[in-house]
Structure formats: structure tokens, C-alpha cells
């Protein structure tokens, strides 16, 4: 069994996990996968569709999310590297490390920590106030005001959660045994109202004390296109980088920054040409 180390923008993409109708990441690996001839010939009947033999994946991101750590495994041949896997995945979507697991791993099940990164556009926030908001999460917590889910265990523990500032961003870090759906953008929609003033340092305390606000002052999610899987931990796995698959990798990320940072100077114009022309 192999697990693969896969980065992609998840702009165009309806979310990781499969769904009929309309494009998901997995739909795009599955169809490499089929491509390549590795899918398992006598898969469930319960699936939509054939996977390999032993395939699980360490987390299904949101419509929009990225990732760079996502992390696929199952049972391959020898010869499907990263560099041949991305011979058939689109480029928005890159294998760029690979390494030989146990028979019996499960890429969402044995993960031991995720950790995302946020990037948060905030010229005005006060990025003390957003760090001390952030240290108030780490530990162990229920969350149930910090998701949408709200029908299982909404209890995790949070490792590290950190706030620094990158000119106008705040970089917001969180890494933690494990992720409600959206709690990382509730909780960066709840920093970000700390750092700006809105709300005062004890909302973070009441919102991880559930029912002690009331539902209209439960914060929504920040968007999606922001964040990013930005590590999945196994204990004692260590991934070995594919050099072309990651400079493959790196070559098709570089290319989609170049042309945001030409948008944002275009964009900039358009705003700033409307008052003073």
C-alpha cells in the first residue's frame, strides 16, 4: 500500500468529496486512477464508483478549499510514482510525495493531527487581539458553537493556534486532533471580530461554553477560497518528495500566483481609479 502526498487548488472544484453533477478533487483522482488501470475489479457495490483496494483519504475539504497535505492511500503498483500519477491528474492537481505504508493504513482514520492555514485579509486588525483570541482554543474544547454540525461528538483538542501578520493578512494557524465542518472558518469569522473590536476577548470563552449565547450571535463561516490543508501527521510515516513531481508542482502553483497578483494589481486600479481617476 501506498500513500500519496497531493497539493491542489480547490477553487474549481465543489470540494474534495465525490458528488453527482458537478466537479470534485476526488472525482478528478478516481478518473487518473481509471486512467492508469489501478482500480480494484471487484470494488464494493455500496460505492458510487470503483476505487482502489484499501483507498481512504485524510479529510474532505469544503467547495473552494485547498489543500497542500492532503493525503490518499491505497493499494498500487510499483510504478505509480507521484510523477506518474500526475501524468494523468489535471494540473490544478499535484501528487508531489509518495511512501510505502502497512497493509491496514487508513489515511483518515490514522492521522494523528491536521493543521490549516488561513490566510485573512485584515489591514485593520489588531493582530495581538487576534493571538490572544487564538490561545484561548488551544486545548480540549466543545466546539458545538464553532460548526455547522451538530448530530455527533463536537468535542477536539486543539494543539496550536497562532495569529502573525503579513503585510495586510493575518495568517491564521491552527493545527488539532481533528476538524468539525467549519469550525476553522467560524473560528477565523470570531477572531477576526476580536481583532477588529467588534466583540470583546470574553466572546471566545462564551463560545466554547455552547448555550451560553444565543443563535443570532453565533458567528458564520469565513470564506472558503482562504484556507488551506496544510499538514496531515501519521506517527512514524515519512513521506519521501518526488523532485519532478514537486517541481511539476511547484511550476503549475507559481503560475496560478503570478496571475492572482497581476488580478490583484488590476483589481487595485479599477478601486482606486473610481475616486480618483
Known amino acids: 500500500m501506498r500513500a500519496?502526498?497531493?497539493a491542489y487548488d480547490g477553487r474549481p472544484y465543489h470540494g474534495f468529496q465525490r458528488q453527482p453533477d458537478v466537479p470534485t478533487v476526488e472525482d478528478a483522482i478516481l478518473d487518473a486512477l481509471a486512467d492508469l488501470d489501478v482500480l480494484a475489479s471487484d470494488a464494493s457495490t455500496d460505492r458510487a464508483?470503483?476505487?482502489?483496494?484499501?483507498?481512504?483519504?485524510?479529510?474532505?475539504?469544503?467547495?473552494g478549499v485547498s489543500a497542500l497535505a492532503q493525503t490518499v492511500a491505497f493499494d498500487c503498483p510499483d510504478w505509480l510514482t507521484p510523477r506518474a500519477f500526475n501524468g494523468r491528474l489535471p494540473g490544478?492537481?499535484?501528487a508531489w510525495a509518495s511512501t510505502d505504508v502497512d497493509e491496514?493504513?487508513?489515511a483518515t482514520h490514522d492521522a494523528t493531527s491536521r493543521a490549516y492555514d488561513y490566510h485573512l485579509y485584515a489591514p485593520g486588525a489588531d493582530v495581538d487581539r487576534a493571538?490572544?483570541?487564538?490561545?484561548?482554543v488551544e486545548g480540549t474544547h466543545?466546539?458545538?458553537d464553532l460548526t455547522a454540525a451538530s448530530d455527533r461528538d463536537t468535542t477536539r483538542t486543539v494543539e496550536r493556534a497562532t495569529a502573525t501578520r503579513d503585510g495586510d493578512l493575518l495568517r491564521i494557524h491552527v493545527r488539532a486532533d481533528g476538524f468539525l465542518w467549519e469550525l476553522v472558518r467560524r473560528l477565523v469569522s470570531l477572531v477576526h471580530a476580536v481583532a477588529i473590536g467588534d466583540r470583546d476577548l470574553d466572546a471566545v470563552s462564551r463560545t466554547l461554553d455552547p448555550g451560553t449565547i444565543p443563535d443570532h450571535e453565533r458567528v458564520g463561516p469565513a470564506p472558503p477560497g482562504p484556507l488551506v490543508l496544510r499538514d496531515v501527521t501519521y506517527p512514524g510515516v515519512t513521506f519521501e518528495r518526488d523532485p519532478e513531481?514537486?517541481?511539476s508542482a511547484r511550476a503549475v502553483f507559481a503560475a496560478a500566483n503570478e496571475t492572482a497578483v497581476a488580478r490583484a494589481a488590476t483589481t487595485a486600479l479599477l478601486r482606486d481609479g473610481v475616486v480618483e481617476p
Open 92 to 94: 490544478s492537481i499535484r
Open 49 to 63: 464508483r470503483p476505487v482502489p483496494r484499501g483507498y481512504a483519504a485524510a479529510g474532505r475539504t469544503d467547495a
Open 131 to 136: 493571538a490572544a483570541a487564538l490561545a484561548c
Open 4 to 6: 500519496f502526498r497531493v
Open 104 to 106: 491496514g493504513f487508513h
Open 142 to 144: 466543545d466546539f458545538a
Open 245 to 247: 513531481a514537486a517541481e
